[in-house]
């Protein structure tokens, strides 16, 4: 008898049911059972098979309590979705969700990854359903996590309010080097729009006077070739790479598709050029014959050489005037002044 058959069997029996759709229904997780810290296994009481990754399941109608293991679990729970394609659109629905309620603060994915590893015992039929079904069916279960998260999960200020030292010489209180989402929302609410916009214009100057600092020579020269579209957009993009490290890819991708073109050989070097997952760089030589090419990449403040192939570079080819803009807002939370 293999593993699903005694499942099955045992299932039945529990819930004393004839059709193994009644026998899934009225499930309820408990708990969570995580021993992968442990040296010990436990044992799926719906199929036999060792363990250390189940719940605790609870039928209280049979008054039956389980502790089942990986697959069972996954099995018990998309009862809950006997039609396939149910479970896919709820699927969708929970990510767009999810992706609503933080703008482009918080990835979908990292979200679920984080409430996993975090959300306390209270939350564990929410839980179960997003590690084995990746989604959650009650909106309440929903609701409730994204609270505890907005709440509970620390950033980064840098992340979250880019603009946090200049609110702070405006005269908001001193802002920690980690926040919530709830707490940074609280300083922004306390902010006037008047204050927000002269802290994001000030941001927005002191980081160009930071990037270029130490502008010299031929990077000089390479600046001043520049027109003032072609700045704006290598700046924001220096702060946009610069502000979201933890997608990095994403937000390079999307905010950058339409400002840069693929560096084409043959090119004239220096030019500024862009990778989706390192960021700005200085392409100085041109590449070998391998494909290989010297950029000098912007790194955390800093600068450093280093090799790459060409083919996935992009060279400044500055957008239009509103994707500027676009472009600006996302880096600095409105368009600057600029002063070149
Ligand atoms: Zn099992």
């Known amino acids: 008898m293999g593993k699903r058959d005694i499942f099955e069997d ?7 049911s004839k059709a193994l759709k009644n026998a899934l229904k009225g499930w309820e997780v408990r ?8 040296d010990s296994m436990a044992t799926c009481e719906l199929c036999g098979t060792h363990f250390r990754k189940g719940v605790l399941a609870r039928h209280p109608k049979v008054r039956a309590t389980v502790t089942v293991g990986g697959t069972c679990v996954e099995a018990l729970l998309l009862g809950r979705f006997p039609d396939k394609k149910k479970l896919a659109k709820r699927k969708r629905a929970v990510t767009s969700l999810v992706r609503q ?8 994915g990292a979200w679920k990854t984080w409430i996993i590893e975090n959300a306390p015992k209270r939350y564990a039929a929410s839980v179960a359903e997003l590690r084995y079904l990746g989604t959650i069916t009650s909106d309440d279960g929903l609701q409730q ?18 603009e946090w030292k200049q609110l702070q010489n405006n005269g908001a209180k001193m802002i920690p080097k980690e926040l919530t989402l709830d ?10 729009p008047e204050g927000l916009t002269k802290a994001r214009i000030e941001r927005a100057r002191s980081f160009k006077k930071r990037s270029f ?16 579209n072609e700045k704006r957009t290598l700046v924001a993009l220096l702060s946009l790479g610069e502000c979201f490290v933890e997608r990095e890819g994403e937000i390079c991708k999307r905010a950058t598709s339409a400002s840069w073109k693929l560096l084409a050989t043959p090119y004239d070097p220096p030019l500024f050029a862009w990778h989706t997952k390192v960021g700005a760089g200085i392409v100085w030589n ?5 494909g290989m090419v010297d950029v000098l990449v912007w790194s955390g403040g800093g600068r450093e050489s280093r090799r790459f192939r060409l083919d996935k570079w992009l060279v400044l080819d500055p957008p239009s ?10 880096a600095f939370g409105s368009v600057p002044e600029w002063f070149f």
Do not use: C, M
């Not at 041109?286 to 391998?290: G, I, V």
């Open 213 to 228: 600092r130490e502008v010299g020579g031929e990077l000089a020269e390479l600046w001043r070739k520049l027109n003032v």
């Open 10 to 16: 045992n299932i039945l029996n529990l819930t004393r």
């Open 286 to 290: 041109k590449a070998d014959p391998s």
């Open 183 to 192: 707490q940074a929302r609280q300083i922004l609410r306390k902010a006037t």
């Open 31 to 38: 708990q969570i059972v995580d021993l992968s810290k442990d």
């Open 321 to 330: 005037d509103a994707a500027l803009r676009k472009l600006e807002k996302e």
């Open 101 to 108: 309620s933080y703008a482009d603060v918080v990835d979908p």
């Open 145 to 162: 996590l994204i609270r505890f998260h907005n709440k509970t999960r620390l950033y980064p200020r840098d992340s979250l309010l880019p």
